[in-house]
T-cell receptor, first 114, second 118 residues
């Protein structure tokens, strides 16, 4: 079945440094890749997404890259700040399908050291 | 605030019991997803509804069922509860990009219902 693998499971970086989280997906029909941030006691919040016809997308300090051939996609956070500390989930789905279930990775707990 | 409302926020019940979790999607969203998140675990997809019809199913137990009503709110029913069912249950909704419900916008999550089975 569909599967999304996410690495690392935990990540600690110095404030101001960059953080990178990587994911791979198994369903070659996946064409939409959102990233969610989950803070303690809250629901996941969409922070950025990328479609399969785009290789890279950037929004201020965060960027996502997608390699469809390798079925890899990554989240890059630059100039990290304390408020970036959270659990980050990658996900994959078939956006144009009657079965549009969103399959999530296992999450990365990001800690920003002051 | 995502616009997705889940009730109740917390629920404590005994093993063997049955509970119902409720989700009101964002205004205009026709698609509803249910996810289970156990302690320090990822988000496990349970089931998806679009405009009242089941569209996709994940590893949802037979003891669990869901439905989406004409007003588009959804309920997740959990029966014969076991200790291992203790988890956060999230609902998400998304809008359809067309009239056939085969294309969707991004999904927005509610705050979740924390279920504790004792």
């Amino acid at each position: 079945g569909e599967n999304v693998e996410q690495h690392p499971s935990t990540l600690s970086v110095q404030e101001g440094d960059s953080a990178v989280i990587k994911c791979t997906y198994s369903d070659s029909a996946s064409n939409y890749f959102p990233w969610y941030k989950q803070e303690l006691g809250k629901g996941p919040q969409l922070i950025i997404d990328i479609r399969s016809n785009v290789g890279e997308k950037k929004d201020q300090r965060i960027a996502v890259t997608l390699n469809k051939t390798a079925k890899h996609f990554s989240l890059h956070i630059t100039e990290t700040q304390p408020e970036d500390s959270a659990v980050y989930f990658c996900a994959a789905s078939r956006r144009y399908s009657s079965a549009s279930k969103i399959i999530f990775g296992s999450g990365t707990r990001l800690s920003i050291r002051p | 605030d995502s616009g997705v409302t889940q009730t109740p926020k917390h629920l404590i019940t005994a093993t063997g019991q049955r509970v119902t979790l409720r989700c009101s999607p964002r205004s205009g969203d026709l698609s509803v997803y249910w996810y289970q998140q156990s302690l320090d675990q990822g988000l496990q997809f349970l089931i998806q509804y679009y405009n009242g019809e089941e569209r996709a199913k994940g590893n949802i137990l037979e003891r669990f069922s869901a439905q989406q009503f004409p007003d588009l709110h959804s309920e997740l029913n959990l029966s014969s509860l076991e200790l291992g069912d203790s988890a956060l249950y999230f609902c998400a909704s998304s809008a359809s990009l067309g009239t056939t419900g085969t294309a969707y916008t991004e999904a927005f999550f509610g705050q979740g219902t924390r279920l504790t089975v004792v």
